[in-house]
């Protein structure tokens, strides 16, 4: 079995050119860089729950509504998970990229499976690879965390530390989801209950500095499988979402936490919820981190349009899937952009965003 190639190790050597593996056809290249004037930052919607206490909560669940509808992206401030929580999460997850290697390989992914450490998805011998290491592994449900195998035992606070932050999380998607019902005319708990049996996800994403960062990709353009995504990201900008045909960098913010849309969200929101293609561009300088949150339907749930959002002028947009069988699917094909969520399209096209 050939040994993982991986981006932090080839960064610590020094390589001055990447290796062939890593590099983009030229029309998959980040056309614009970060560093570029005329690259679009801060734009994402920023919408302050603060506004939900009190006379604006009418004023805050429109900004919820239409950052679900125009952008499916959108950071929140005053989200109630303490930024000294937030810190602590960063801090484990570069900790963790800070051991030796012969350390983190101790919760290396095995050969063919994707939790664990090493690369993003299994590629085919011949895929172009992106330019970042991972950590994946399930919170819950426990039948799925596999503590033992995926989870490092080091840094000694990272189990403490994420299961405090999952813990916050929780209560956080509970509220949004209950509001997104609410903004979509369904019972409160209409969504969450659709989903059936959730799992959560974290992925701590790691992108050394690249000596060509305008021939590589950070993350390519996907859209996420799930319900809804929560990353918590560092200072360093990297994070993009397309919109108009454009890419967009979402501005860090240092208490910020980006929500998006998942594709399972928009098929059950019949295309009125978003999941927007995004990317991560990388840097010749300095490294940077994510730390993404995946909240995912139940592999059991049948998720399809929701009765109330179809009728006779708008009709499904989408077949009913099995979320275990979508997300199967998903895992084996490359990132493609929202090529995944179009093929259970029941039109020729939908043009939902861009
Ligand atoms: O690192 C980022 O900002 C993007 C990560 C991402 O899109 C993912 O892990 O699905
Ligand atoms: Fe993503």
Redesign the pocket.
Known sequence: MAQTILAQRLAQQGVKEVPERFIKPIAERPASQLSSPNHSRGSVPVIDLAGLQGGSRQHTMAQIDEACQDWGFFQVVNHGIPSSLLQLVKDVGRDFFELPFEEKQKCAMKPGEILGYGR?YQQAENAVLDW?D?LLHYVSPTSLRDEENTWPAKPPNYREVMDAYAKELQKLISLLLALFSENLGLPSTYLEEAFGEFSLAF?V?Y?PPCPQPNLVM??SP?S?SGCI?F?I?DEID??QVRKNGNWVT?EPLADGL?V?VADMLQVITNGRYVSVE???LVNNVKE???I?G?YLPSTEALISPAATLTDKTHPALYRATKYGDYLSTYMKKPLAGKAHVESLSLQDKVDTNT
Do not use: E, K, P, W
Request: hydrophobic fraction near 40%; glycine fraction near 8%; include cysteine.
């Open positions: 993003h970042v991972c992925r994403n992108y950070g993350i996907h996420d995504t990353l990201q990297g994070l979402v980006v998006n995004h990317r991560a940077r981190m994510s993404v995946f």
